[in-house]
């Protein structure tokens, strides 16, 4: 077990060794963009941070979150209205998806977004007997007042530790 973590840090230390001396790390970064995922990005970020390369961790993260399409996942500490699409493998294309809305708070809007998607599929694996996947069609800050006209989900305190 001891071998194969070695083998790990030694290979891993060698990944960002070789980003740094070869130049990927100034060429490639800056056209990742969006292509990296929020959690890839802060991953990539985390790797070379704890190899002592701060500055290009701080510039994966910096070029990530500019062009980034779930700006939630970087907002800390809040309430979100996430409006999601349901669609199962009956589902076809043009057609119109069931929307649901649901009000969700985390440490940040990925997490908020995680509780959201936890919540609905929870609730929602009674009505759909074969698999449904969801698909986010919306993010607004807070509760909007317009929500409170029409059906929604509160999931702001679902999961939360007692």
């Known amino acids: 077990m001891k071998n194969e973590a070695a083998r ?7 990944f960002t060794s070789q980003w740094m001396t070869s130049g990927l790390a100034y060429s490639l970064i800056g056209d990742y963009t969006c292509t990296l995922t929020c959690g890839e990005a802060e991953t990539m970020a985390d790797l070379f941070r704890i190899f002592q390369y701060p500055e290009t961790a701080d510039q994966i993260l910096s070029d990530h979150g500019e062009d980034c399409d779930t700006p939630h996942h970087h907002q800390k500490c809040g309430t979100w209205t996430f409006t999601f699409a ?32 936890t919540l609905l599929r929870k609730l929602l694996a009674a009505e759909y007997k074969t698999h449904f996947w969801t698909e ?27």
Do not use: M, Q
Request: proline content about 3%; glycine content about 10%; aromatic content about 8%.
């Open 8 to 14: 790990r840090l030694a290979a891993a230390e060698a």
């Open 86 to 117: 349901v669609k199962t493998i009956e589902w076809r294309v043009g057609e119109d998806a069931p929307e649901y809305t649901v009000a969700a708070s985390g440490t940040d809007g990925g997490e908020a977004e995680d509780r959201a998607v």
């Open 136 to 162: 986010l069609n919306e993010v607004e800050a807070g509760i909007p007042s317009s929500t409170a006209l029409y059906s929604w989900i509160d999931a702001r305190e679902y999961g939360k530790a007692a």
